[in-house]
C-alpha cells in the first residue's frame, strides 16, 4: 500500500502572507489534486495535475499557485492569506485522471490570524 | 457544467433503519461515481462507487444506484448502526479529468 504524506499538519499565519502547503506520494499515481474543506462543508476543487508537468485550474484557483515538481510531488501556495480564514486543505492522488477514486492525505489545516 | 448537487445536507435516523443521499450531476460525460465516507478529523475515504455502465451495486449494507437519463445517483445504508455517523460525499468524474464533489450530507444515527 501506499501513503500520501501533507505537510505541514498545521499552518498559522498572518494576513497577506505567501504560504505553502507540500504533498507527497508514494504510489506512483499519475494525477494530484488539491481540495479546500471549510469546517463542516465540501470540498471544492483548487487546482489539479493530470501528469507530471502538467497544471489545471479548479473552480477555487483565484488566490493559490501551484507546482507539480515531480511526479510524487504537488504543492499548493496560498498568495496572500486573508486574515480570520480557516480551513482544511486536502491532497489527493489517482492512479489516472479519469478513474476518480482518489486517495486523500491527513489535510493541513490552515489558520490566519 | 460540472456541478454536483447533494442532498440533504443533514439526515438523523434511528438505529437499525436505512438512509438515503441523492446526488445529481450536470456533465453527461460523467461516467464514474464515487462516495467518500468522512469521519471527524480524518480524511475521506471511499467506501464505494459505481460506473456509468451499470444501473445498482451493492457492497456489505450499502446499495448505489444510478440513473444516467435523469443524472441521479443515490447511497442507501441499510440496517444503520452509530458508527455509521459521519459525513458522506459523492462525486462525479469521467467528464474532464475533474473530480467534482457533492457539498456532503452530516449523517447522525442515533440508539
Known amino acids: 500500500g501506499g501513503i500520501i504524506t501533507q505537510t505541514p499538519k498545521f499552518l498559522i499565519g498572518q494576513e497577506g502572507q505567501k504560504l505553502t502547503l507540500k504533498c507527497q506520494q508514494n504510489?506512483?499515481?499519475?494525477?494530484m489534486y488539491w481540495y479546500r474543506q471549510d469546517s463542516g462543508k465540501g470540498l471544492r476543487l483548487i487546482y489539479y495535475?493530470?501528469?507530471?508537468?502538467?497544471?489545471q485550474k479548479g473552480d477555487l484557483s483565484e488566490g493559490y499557485d501551484a507546482s507539480r515538481e515531480k511526479k510524487s510531488s504537488f504543492s499548493l501556495t496560498v498568495t496572500s492569506a486573508q486574515k480570520n480564514e480557516m480551513a482544511v486543505f486536502l491532497c489527493a492522488s489517482s492512479i489516472r485522471a479519469n478513474t476518480g477514486q482518489l486517495y486523500f492525505g491527513e489535510g493541513s489545516k490552515l489558520t490566519v490570524l | 457544467g460540472e456541478q454536483v448537487e447533494q442532498l440533504p445536507s443533514i439526515l438523523r435516523v434511528q438505529e437499525g433503519s436505512s438512509a438515503s443521499i441523492n446526488c445529481t450531476y450536470e456533465n453527461s460525460a460523467s461516467n464514474y461515481f464515487p462516495w467518500y465516507k468522512q469521519e471527524p478529523g480524518e480524511n475521506p475515504k471511499l467506501i464505494i462507487d459505481?460506473?456509468?455502465?451499470?444501473e445498482r451495486k451493492q457492497t456489505q449494507g450499502l446499495i448505489v444506484l444510478l440513473d444516467k437519463k435523469a443524472k441521479r445517483f443515490s447511497l442507501h445504508i441499510t440496517d444503520t448502526q452509530p458508527g455509521d455517523s459521519a459525513m458522506y460525499f459523492c462525486?462525479?468524474?469521467?467528464?474532464?479529468?475533474?473530480?467534482?464533489f457533492g457539498s456532503g450530507t452530516r449523517l447522525l444515527v442515533s440508539p
Open positions: 504510489f506512483n499515481h499519475d494525477t
Open positions: 462525486a462525479a468524474s469521467g467528464g474532464g479529468y475533474k473530480v467534482v
Open positions: 495535475s493530470i501528469t507530471e508537468n502538467d497544471l
Open positions: 459505481i460506473r456509468s455502465n451499470m
